[in-house]
């Protein structure tokens, strides 16, 4: 399986459409050059979403953050992340957070500048014969 981002940002109180719309058009860019993209909004089974997101987290290489708002699941899906060792960039529109800084990879504030890293990040690691090198 080639390179796997995780798409975390906040869901609850948000309607599909916008927890949606930014993580397809993201995960377009991501397709384009190979890079496979997991979606957590496809979960039907609401009672289990954090068991779902920790298990795609795992199998994930990235997880890229739209971190607009404070919200518990992308805060407790970044330090799963940060503490199994995936890649962590942060899209961050909102306050600054000491946190966030501190298990993060990247900070960057807009998502073409967070897929944009991502791609070279990938391509950089690529050039060593392994993704994980």
């Keep these: 399986m080639g390179t ?41 089974d609401v009672n289990n979403v954090a068991l779902y997101d920790k298990r795609n987290i795992l199998n994930s290489d990235y997880v890229l953050a739209l971190v607009t708002e404070i919200s518990a699941g992308t805060m407790m899906e970044l330090l799963w992340a940060y503490h199994n060792n995936k890649r962590i960039v942060v899209v961050r529109t909102c306050e600054s957070s000491t946190w966030i800084d501190l298990h993060s990879d990247k900070i ?26």
């Design 4 to 44: 796997v981002v995780y798409l975390a940002g906040t869901m609850a109180g948000k309607s599909r459409k916008e927890m949606s719309e930014w993580r397809y058009d993201v995960q377009c860019k991501f397709n384009k050059v190979g890079i496979g993209v997991i979606n957590p909004v496809m979960y039907s």
């Design 108 to 133: 960057v504030s807009s998502l073409k500048e967070g897929v944009d890293w991502v791609i070279n990040d990938v391509k950089s690691r690529r050039i060593g014969g392994s993704i994980y090198g």
